[in-house]
């Protein structure tokens, strides 16, 4: 090669990598958290009177707040596969918890096309630190297999307990002593890969552990609240490892601390000069729970909402989210677009310039964002099933929503009917008002639906 060729391509790569700089910068940061077993009703913002999300309620007030927003499920894995795939639990799959022994739930296929897989392809580095819950340690479906970074729980059933004996950091087991709470270790985490990666574009995805049962936080965040619920202090709450006395203050104790740790996200966002160019997106993977003590009702967790984890109705698996992004997203908005958590992968790739593919089930959010609602492509209709519990499906189309019982031993089964616009709560089924409704919807659950070997909604 002579002096000439050698200059020319320097110069070429100089250029290459400048313009691969230039396209960089102009690509968001995205960080999206994603709470775990927090209702509709579990942030201030949203209504929550017990206690206060101040940080958390900045994203709405410095943001957009979504009235119609909703999970991928109504448990924890399928909700995820929804996110990391843009398929509904009709297409999905992942659509129930299903365990692998001794460490782990069943994998995701080795190919499968993911978001941090997309996204990684338009330039960005992907961290994920929290719950898994899509394959076991060292499967093709392994967090490491998906994720630049990964730090926290491998397997969802592990994450039971917030003082566990290990993590994971990528592939390598973490030992820790059993007395160390692992939503900080884990918060920490997700705060050092932002300070590594502040000058290329990144997506953090923090799927933390809160509130998930058991009702674990340490004790600096429950003391204010005894005070505050003293008529639960002889309550005891059992889930897994140390049972826990008046979980009704550990609740809003872990709450508390939550809400603290988005703080310093936000935070750190803004000390790194990261702000103008991070949308943060914040949601929950399902409705509120009822187990290791946790009171729902007496948090009316759910809002004006029916029903709770492992329902479909609007109590199960409608969320919040809130989307803050300065100069970008118009703050004190708040948007009635039907969405739905596999919308996430459309609406980050179109961002972050990266291939949508054809098959997902998602919409891009992007128009809404950017407050162009007039040029938001609506939904169809929204589709979810679970396996568990005799086999549930639910449809909402416009107002409308529509819930199917017990399929799995009567496919057709008779369908309940709500106008979610007079009758929020899903009191009153007026479906024999309205039989071609009714029909629409069936028919939208027989097409929506596809077989899969590994989870049979009919004839279980």
Sequence with gaps: ???????????????????????????????????????????????????????????????????????????????????????????????????????????????????????????????????????????????????????????????????????????????????????????????????????????????????????????????????????????????????VKNPVAAFAGMMTRLDRQVGQMLDLLKELGLDDNTLVMLSSDNGPHKEGGHLPNFFDSNGPLQGHKRDLYDGGIRAPLLARWPGKIKAGTTS???????????????????????????ISMVATLSGQSGKQRPHEYLYWEFHERGGKQAVRIGNWKGVRLNVSKNPGAPIELYNLADDVGEATNIADAHPDRVRQISQIMKAAHSESDTFKLFGN
């Design 1 to 243: 090669m002579t002096l000439v060729t050698r200059l020319l391509t320097v110069a070429l790569l100089a250029m290459s990598f400048t313009a691969h700089s230039s396209s960089a910068a102009d690509k968001p940061n995205i960080v999206y958290i994603l709470l775990d077993d927090a209702g509709y009703g579990d942030l201030s913002c949203y209504g929550q009177k017990h206690f206060k999300t101040p940080n958390i309620d900045r994203l709405a007030g410095e943001g957009l707040k979504f009235t119609d927003h909703y999970s991928g499920s109504t448990v924890c894995a399928p909700t995820r596969c929804c996110l990391m795939t843009g398929l509904h639990t009709g297409h999905a799959i992942v659509r129930g918890n299903r365990e692998v022994k001794p460490e782990g739930q069943a994998p995701m296929p080795a190919d499968i096309v993911t978001l941090p897989r997309l996204l990684q392809k338009a330039g960005y580095v992907t961290g994920m630190f929290g719950k898994w819950g899509l394959g076991a340690p060292g499967s093709p479906s392994d967090p490491a297999e998906h994720f630049n970074e990964f730090y926290g729980y491998n397997c969802q059933r592990e994450a039971h307990s917030y003082y566990p004996d290990h993590l994971w950091h990528n592939r390598e087991r973490v030992e820790l002593d059993g007395k160390t709470y692992s939503a900080d270790l884990i918060s920490d985490a997700a705060l050092d890969f932002v300070r590594a990666n502040k000058d290329r574009p990144f997506f953090a995805f923090l799927p933390t552990t809160i509130p998930h049962a058991a009702m674990h936080v340490p004790e600096d965040d429950v003391a204010p609240f005894r005070k505050q619920f003293p008529q639960f202090e002889d309550k005891i709450g059992r889930y897994s490892g140390p049972e």
């Design 336 to 362: 009635e677009l039907i969405s739905a958590h596999w919308d996430m992968l459309p609406t980050f790739c179109e961002l972050a310039g990266a291939e949508v593919p054809s098959n997902v089930d998602g």
